[in-house]
C-alpha cells in the first residue's frame, strides 16, 4: 500500500529530524531546513537589578522552607533540660526529678540547699 504525499511528507519529516536541523514542510509543500539557532539565545548569568531580585526570592523560598519544617524536637527537649548534677552531670528538667535522681544514684552525697524543700512525688 502507497501512501499518499501529504502522509509520506509527515513521515520523513517525523524521520529527518537530526541533531539542530529542524525539518518542516512549506506551504508549496517542498522541505525547509532551519540551522540551530546562535549562541546569543543560551541563557547568561543575571547581572544587577535581576541578580538582586533572584536573591530576594531565594531567600523568601529558603525562609518558607524553614517555617514549613516547623520547630526540632530534639533541641527543644535539649534546652528544657535545666538542672545538672553536681555529682555525674546529668541533666534533668525539672527540680522534681532532680530530686528523685539525687536520693536514687546519690544516697551517701549531700543533698544540695535547693532540693531540700522540693516534694519528690515518692
Do not use: Y
Request: glycine share 6%; aromatic share 2%; net charge positive.
Amino acid at each position: 500500500m502507497k501512501l499518499d504525499g501529504k502522509r509520506q511528507l509527515e513521515k520523513r519529516i517525523a524521520k529527518s529530524v537530526v541533531g539542530h536541523v529542524c525539518v518542516k514542510p512549506s506551504s508549496s509543500g517542498n522541505i525547509l531546513t532551519f540551522p540551530p539557532q546562535s549562541k546569543a539565545v543560551e541563557a547568561t548569568m543575571a547581572r544587577g537589578h535581576q541578580k538582586v531580585q533572584s536573591q530576594q526570592k531565594n531567600a523568601k523560598k529558603q525562609a518558607e522552607a524553614k517555617k514549613a519544617k516547623g520547630h526540632d524536637q530534639k533541641t527543644a527537649a535539649k534546652a528544657a533540660l535545666v538542672h545538672t548534677c553536681g555529682v555525674c552531670l546529668s541533666q534533668m528538667p525539672d527540680p522534681k526529678t532532680f530530686k528523685q535522681h539525687f536520693e536514687s544514684k546519690h544516697p551517701k552525697s549531700p543533698m544540695p540547699p535547693e532540693l531540700v524543700n522540693v516534694d519528690s512525688g515518692i
